[in-house]
């Protein structure tokens, strides 16, 4: 055949004869379906079909016509010139030896799957796309469920006629690419039934932050154009490969989207081949695919990812889509191309992190939120677009508010300072482009078209995390650029302080030796939100006031003790991932009476104490009867990470133990769920911030692995100081004797009985001269906030070279 090549004659090589998407296709339908990627057949229309259908209707120089002077910012004239270009090719027939090739190379494809007419997915393949710094993201069209010659012959031609959209002439405009130089070639590809099962996009690198060393998967029900285009908020999880090559299971999040439709085929007749339908109500509320898939998907993105490596062995990180047939419950890759962000950004950039941060902590006013894409801020007033016909009403510096920004919005998009869409997820098309113009993006906002309106000033935060954020008004802010490669080594450990796994992969690019204090009771309060006894007690059949708020939040998840330990063990293990295989110290939860009271059903468990921060809290609530079983479900968490997923750089640290007693207790609850120092290199500190800790020190740390001093109890016990009391506020300070002398003793005591000793206080981050105090007494660590932890790097440095320290 002239114009037909079949996926098992095609390679990387062939991009200019069939673009880069079926190339990509082809490579791994002769190179990895035989390591076990499974790859659905096909064939590709290749782009000199395309060239001989436009020369053989005589149409070539007269889109070049249309296309002379072409302001695409002008978006009227751009709408007009486009449909005219796409109405030429509608109008050209097929020559009739190449409508001939096609129908035969359909013919074979559905005799090798037994099939009279086999359903094919026909999609787009640009000479000119899915390059390693432009990803041409849904900017050519693809088709699902086509059936039939007829069908087939028109769908194919849509897809020439795609070439010419708006959003295609602009985006190529824009990157500077001539659009001569790009043709266009098609593939069909037999359909997956995903239809009766689920369907997603994947990355082998984390689309926000670039951290290499996690596969970002998304998945939604039914066939997968809702994801790809952003009509649903798919399920998301991360799976961490470096262990998971070990044999580990390392997912480290699991989060359940909003997936209200789901696309499946439509009945014979239809005028379109698919259709969306709603989903039951138990389909929202479950994950979209199993455990089991999450880690096969993963693996196949390993593989993936190491075929596409370059000449050095460096891995080209992967953007892919897959489908799972309901029928077989097999998974499919249906195309794979290099991502396009933040694998340029880690190959370009020099060392500078770019931060966006407000310039104050003033209170802001939450609107609404969704998913954060693009690391940014932008401010502005906001313009609400309903309709894409009305796109040329937006203006330069206004906020783009619609229900979803699928690649069409591209030419608006280009002039907005930030994005917001009701719908869709981060591996969505529109989020792509998004990232690759540098413009902030919240998709799946829910409700954002309802909430704000026309005119409305707001400021849009892309920069906290995975969630993001509309503020009513606008908020100054700026933009931090952090210098690295500077900083030299130090003897003394530079660890940092988190208590967001949102924000893991992000400050580990941050130079940093581990973390040296990663906060449970966050977890708690942000992931789990209700009191921990709640669970335990829905757990044990027992109905509470609050159920039916309670099991909303454990949708997905198989009963309340598996959400309670999946999502701690999600939490710790993504900090524990971002920064592997550096330490990782976990500080058990350390909540008390009146913060665990505000959580949901806890006035049923939690006593009105006098004096909370000197009551019930630490490690005699763990050995309480009242409170043990959730302390147990938290270290089998623990366990989880350190086992399960193979993250054994995790330390353990118990906070406010008042004697050596009580350390023995939760020594043992410990041992018997799973978590025994020494095993696998475990280590088990104890907080040093009650003044019996250091008085006592060498019988504290006969039973434990070191110490980490907690500065902010230990000085409000020492001076007698409320340290949240407004009134005797000026009392409270680090830097007084008592406290040197405290510090001090610990960190010798520690040196006496060869074991660690690190800070993970307040005062370093506050105060250089204390953080340099710690240095000179030989301290192993020490810990702080991430926006201080340049500066105090290079003081370290600098004391160290003074002090002549090894």
């Known amino acids: 055949m002239k114009y037909i090549k079949f996926f098992k004659e095609l390679n990387n090589k062939d991009v200019p004869l069939v673009g880069g998407k079926n190339a990509s296709i082809g490579e791994m339908f002769q190179e990895l379906v035989p390591v076990g990627i499974k790859v659905p057949n096909g064939f590709a229309i290749t782009s000199e ?152 996009v994947m990355f082998s690198i984390d689309t926000e932050t670039g951290f290499k060393d996690a596969v970002f998967i998304t998945s939604s029900w039914g066939l997968g154009e809702n994801v790809v285009g952003g009509t649903v908020n798919p399920d998301e999880f991360y799976v961490f490969k470096p262990t998971l090559e070990q044999g ?31 989903t039951t109500q138990k389909e929202m509320q479950t994950f979209s695919i199993t455990d089991e898939d999450i880690l096969t998907l993963a693996r196949y993105a390993i593989t993936i990812e190491k075929h596409y490596s370059n000449e050095a062995g460096e891995y080209r990180p992967m953007d892919m889509e897959w489908a799972k047939d309901g029928d077989s419950g097999e998974i499919f890759i249906v195309q794979a191309r290099p991502e396009t962000v933040q694998s340029q950004k880690n190959k370009n950039s020099a060392q500078v992190i770019e931060k966006y941060k407000f310039k104050n902590n003033d209170a802001r006013e939450i609107i609404i939120k969704g998913r954060a894409t693009g690391g940014k801020i932008g401010s502005g007033k906001v313009r609400i677009i309903n309709d894409i016909e009305h796109m040329n009403t ?26 917001i869409t009701n719908r869709g997820g981060r591996t969505c098309h529109a989020a792509i482009v998004a990232r690759e113009i540098g413009v902030p993006a919240i998709v799946g906002a829910v409700g954002a078209t309802d909430r704000l309106y026309t005119g409305m000033e707001v400021t849009v935060s892309c920069a906290e995390g995975e969630e993001g954020y509309v503020y009513a008004g606008i908020h100054e802010y ?26 893991a992969f992000g400050f580990a690019q941050l130079p940093n030796d581990g973390v040296g204090l990663a906060r449970m009771e966050l977890i708690i309060l942000n992931q789990i939100k209700a009191h921990p006894l709640a669970l335990v007690d829905l757990q ?86 009242l409170y043990r079983t959730a302390f147990e479900w938290e270290i089998q968490a623990l366990a989880m990470v350190r086992e399960e997923m193979g993250l054994t750089n995790m330390k353990v ?93 610990a960190i010798q005591a520690c040196k006496k009985h060869n074991k660690y000793c690190g800070i993970c206080g307040q005062a370093p981050s506050d105060y250089p001269e204390i953080a340099e105090f710690l240095v000179k007494e030989g301290i192993s660590s020490i810990s702080l906030n991430p926006d ?12 160290e070279k003074e002090l002549k320290l090894p």
């Open 248 to 278: 580990k299971r390392p997912i480290i999040k699991r989060q359940l989207g909003y997936k209200n439709v789901k696309m499946v085929y439509a009945p014979k007749g239809s005028d379109h081949p698919t259709k969306n339908i709603a």
């Open 653 to 745: 640290m118990i906070p406010f133990l008042r004697s050596p007693e009580e350390g023995r207790k939760v020594l043992e609850i410990l041992r018997k769920n799973g978590l025994e120092s020494g095993k696998n290199g475990l280590e088990i500190y104890v907080m040093c911030e009650l003044p019996v800790n250091v008085i006592l020190a060498d019988e504290f740390l006969s039973i434990f692995d070191g110490f980490s001093i907690g500065s902010n109890d230990l000085t409000q016990l020492t001076l007698g100081v409320d340290r949240d009391g407004q009134l005797v506020s000026h009392i409270f300070d680090e830097r007084n004797p008592a406290m040197l002398e405290m510090f001090k003793r």
């Open 478 to 503: 700026e933009v931090e650029k952090i210098e690295l490669s500077n900083l030299g080594n130090t003897k003394t450990k530079i660890y940092m302080n988190i208590g967001n796994p949102e924000k």
């Open 394 to 419: 937006f203006k330069e510096g206004e906020i783009l508010v619609t229900d979803n920004t699928d690649p069409d919005w591209e030419p608006a998009m280009k002039k907005a300072a930030a994005v």
């Open 49 to 200: 079909a395309y060239w001989y259908l436009l020369d053989s209707g005589g149409i070539r120089e007269q889109i070049v016509d249309l296309l002379k002077n072409v302001d695409v910012t002008e978006i009227d004239v751009l709408k007009t010139r486009s449909k005219k270009i796409r109405e030429l090719i509608f109008g050209t027939p097929f020559p009739a030896d190449l409508r001939d090739e096609i129908f035969e190379a359909y013919r074979i494809l559905s005799d090798e799957y037994n099939m009279k007419e086999a359903d094919v997915a026909v999609r787009s393949s640009a000479t000119a796309e899915d390059l390693p710094d432009a990803s041409f993201a849904g900017q050519q069209d693809t088709y699902l469920s086509i059936k039939g010659q007829t069908e087939l012959i028109h769908y194919i031609k849509s897809c020439f006629a795609s070439l010419f959209t708006d959003r295609a002439v602009s985006y190529r405009a824009s990157r500077g690419f001539d659009h001569f130089k790009v043709a266009l070639s098609v593939g069909v590809q037999k359909m997956v039934r995903s239809d009766k099962g689920s369907s997603g």
């Open 788 to 799: 201080s932890i340049v500066s105090t790097w290079t003081r370290i440095e600098t004391l």
């Open 540 to 625: 044990n059949g027992k109905k509470i006031a609050e159920s039916e708020e309670v099991y909303k939040l454990i949708a997905g998840y198989e009963s309340p003790k598996d959400f309670f330990i999946k999502k701690i063990a999600e939490g710790m293990g993504m900090i524990a991932a971002a920064f592997y295989p550096k330490p990782v110290i976990v500080r058990t939860s350390d909540f008390k009476s009146n913060e665990y009271r505000g959580m949901i059903a806890g006035v049923n468990y939690e006593p009105q104490e006098e004096n909370p921060m000197l009551g019930y809290r630490g490690a005699s609530r763990y050995y309480s009867d």
